[in-house]
């Protein structure tokens, strides 16, 4: 049995502004975290790549591991804490390596878990080892413990998100400062919110990542990112924005999940969003989850889902539920229990916003409402609202329809001769 009373011993690993708040916060408040845990928590070693970069934190008092995978293996470490990022490399070695020498994990991993979760919590738990990542989703947000401890006796029906902050700060700063979206993207990035690779936030990739862990849990499913439709929302513009804007919605990268009679659907996309409903008054950074149980109805939870204080506290929290002997399975239930399904690409119908440039002469519109009536889609709205030249943006709003139909008429407008260019379509989603 291990001693519940020693104090539990950390090693960590990566000291950007999630492990100096993480160092910050255990030397701040030492007596109350050693309250609630039940047990002192310190930090005996940490690791990163630049040993000599001044962090702002003292960390005399602790040995420098020369890696991250010699710091997972030492023994004066109970739990490895992973913030180095990425799905391969150091920090795969290092995770795997903490559970072989028999520590548990909390890790802010997201990439990681989305690729490998599967074959890692199952690792984990027939090694008696647990591994926590509340901070990898929606940073301070306490989702997942919400869904595996609060939500425990629910069936979840639906889990949405906007869970990556950089593309919220954009796309409500395109609207509140009426700019490009290009524009906005390079504010952001002297800002400093873009990941290393840009396309990890707008392509919708770690949010996709974010979502694909959400879905395991309320599911009950093996984690599937392959099974996520990404979208990212490099081709919303400020006229989408503007004309959404009009017809009372807001455009979100959202995220939902939900298991369907075709199996489960899990997607990351631009969706227009009802503006007066929690989601669509969601500004800036934050991020925001909405949890569906059968029991519980609906819960919404909002906080800042990047940045040092937040993601440390989910890190914290983590850690504290360790100290005090509490050992849930990675996903809330057994690895070995979570099913293997198979992913249903947009299964559930809904109205479909549509933008596209028409060629303005007579019969364009006709030819374009024929497409859609062969598709079995049916027009809810539809206007012009300008004139460039020899075309004219056109906007369509659809009544409920699949994602499929809605392809099935975009691939036809390209022989029509009267759509130039690239058709956006957005679906409108019920919240
Ligand atoms: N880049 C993410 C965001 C935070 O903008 O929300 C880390 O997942």
């Given at each position: 049995?291990?001693?519940?009373?020693?104090?539990?011993?950390?090693g960590i690993a990566g000291?950007?502004?999630?492990?100096?708040?993480?160092?910050?916060?255990?030397?701040?408040?030492?007596?109350?975290?050693?309250?609630?845990?039940?047990?002192?928590?310190?930090?005996?070693?940490v690791t990163a790549?630049?040993?000599?970069?001044?962090?702002?934190?003292?960390?005399?008092?602790?040995?420098?591991a020369?890696?991250a995978?010699?710091l997972a293996?030492?023994?004066?470490?109970?739990?490895f804490v992973e913030l180095i990022?990425?799905?391969?490399?150091?920090?795969?070695?290092a995770?795997?390596?903490?559970?072989?020498?028999?520590?548990?994990?909390?890790?802010?991993?997201?990439?990681?878990?989305?690729?490998?979760?599967?074959?890692?919590?199952?690792?984990?738990?027939?090694?008696?080892?647990?591994?926590?990542?509340?901070?990898?989703?929606?940073?301070?947000?306490?989702?997942?413990?919400?869904?595996?401890?609060?939500?425990?006796?629910?069936?979840?029906?639906?889990?949405?998100?906007?869970?990556?902050?950089?593309?919220?700060?954009?796309?409500?700063?395109?609207?509140?400062?009426?700019?490009?979206?290009?524009?906005?993207?390079?504010?952001?990035?002297?800002?400093?919110?873009?990941?290393?690779?840009?396309?990890?936030?707008?392509?919708?990739?770690?949010?996709?990542?974010?979502?694909?862990?959400?879905?395991?849990?309320?599911?009950?499913?093996?984690?599937?990112?392959?099974?996520?439709?990404?979208?990212?929302?490099?081709?919303?513009?400020?006229?989408?924005?503007?004309?959404?804007?009009?017809?009372?919605?807001?455009?979100?990268?959202?995220?939902?999940?939900?298991?369907?009679?075709?199996?489960?659907?899990?997607?990351?996309?631009?969706?227009?969003?009802?503006?007066?409903?929690?989601?669509?008054?969601?500004?800036?950074?934050?991020?925001?989850?909405?949890?569906?149980?059968?029991?519980?109805?609906?819960?919404?939870?909002?906080?800042?889902?990047?940045?040092?204080?937040?993601?440390?506290?989910?890190?914290?929290?983590?850690?504290?539920?360790?100290?005090?002997?509490?050992?849930?399975?990675?996903?809330?239930?057994?690895?070995?229990?979570?099913?293997?399904?198979?992913?249903?690409?947009?299964?559930?119908?809904?109205?479909?916003?549509?933008?596209?440039?028409?060629?303005?002469?007579?019969?364009?519109?006709?030819?374009?409402?024929?497409?859609?009536?062969?598709?079995?889609?049916?027009?809810?709205?539809?206007?012009?609202?300008?004139?460039?030249?020899?075309?004219?943006?056109?906007?369509?709003?659809?009544?409920?329809?699949?994602?499929?139909?809605?392809?099935?008429?975009?691939?036809?407008?390209?022989?029509?001769?009267?759509?130039?260019?690239?058709?956006?379509?957005?679906?409108?989603?019920?919240?």
């Amino acid at each position: 049995m291990p001693d519940t009373t020693a104090p539990l011993r950390l090693g960590i690993a990566g000291l950007g502004t999630v492990g100096t708040g993480i160092v910050r916060m255990v030397q701040n408040h030492p007596e109350m975290i050693a309250a609630r845990a039940g047990r002192p928590i310190e930090i005996t070693a940490v690791t990163a790549r630049d040993k000599d970069k001044d962090r702002g934190v003292d960390l005399s008092g602790y040995t420098w591991a020369q890696d991250a995978v010699s710091l997972a293996q030492r023994d004066d470490v109970d739990v490895f804490v992973e913030l180095i990022g990425g799905h391969e490399g150091t920090a795969k070695d290092a995770f795997e390596a903490a559970l072989a020498a028999g520590k548990d994990v909390v890790t802010a991993n997201k990439a990681l878990l989305a690729i490998h979760g599967n074959e890692l919590a199952t690792s984990a738990e027939a090694q008696g080892r647990v591994v926590r990542f509340e901070a990898a989703v929606a940073g301070g947000i306490p989702v997942i413990k919400s869904l595996t401890e609060g939500l425990a006796g629910n069936q979840i029906t639906r889990v949405m998100g906007v869970m990556n902050g950089t593309c919220n700060y954009i796309l409500t700063r395109m609207e509140s400062a009426g700019l490009p979206y290009d524009e906005v993207f390079a504010e952001a990035d002297a800002l400093g919110f873009l990941e290393a690779d840009p396309n990890l936030d707008v392509g919708g990739i770690d949010a996709g990542h974010k979502l694909a862990l959400l879905s395991s849990i309320a599911f009950g499913t093996q984690v599937d990112f392959d099974g996520v439709e990404l979208e990212g929302i490099g081709a919303i513009t400020i006229d989408d924005i503007k004309q959404a804007a009009d017809m009372g919605y807001r455009i979100k990268l959202l995220g939902v999940a939900q298991m369907t009679g075709r199996g489960l659907e899990q997607r990351m996309s631009p969706c227009l969003v009802p503006a007066l409903s929690p989601l669509g008054q969601l500004e800036g950074g934050t991020n925001m989850v909405v949890l569906e149980g059968d029991e519980v109805g609906q819960i919404v939870l909002r906080g800042a889902g990047a940045g040092s204080g937040p993601t440390a506290s989910a890190v914290m929290g983590d850690v504290i539920d360790i100290a005090r002997g509490l050992r849930i399975p990675t996903f809330g239930q057994p690895a070995t229990t979570l099913r293997k399904v198979r992913s249903a690409q947009a299964a559930v119908a809904a109205p479909y916003y549509m933008r596209m440039q028409l060629i303005d002469k007579p019969g364009a519109l006709a030819k374009v409402a024929s497409i859609l009536g062969d598709a079995g889609i049916s027009i809810d709205q539809m206007r012009q609202y300008g004139h460039e030249d020899t075309s004219a943006p056109v906007l369509i709003v659809t009544h409920k329809t699949t994602r499929s139909a809605i392809d099935t008429a975009t691939a036809g407008f390209a022989d029509t001769g009267v759509v130039t260019g690239d058709p956006v379509c957005i679906r409108i989603e019920t919240v």
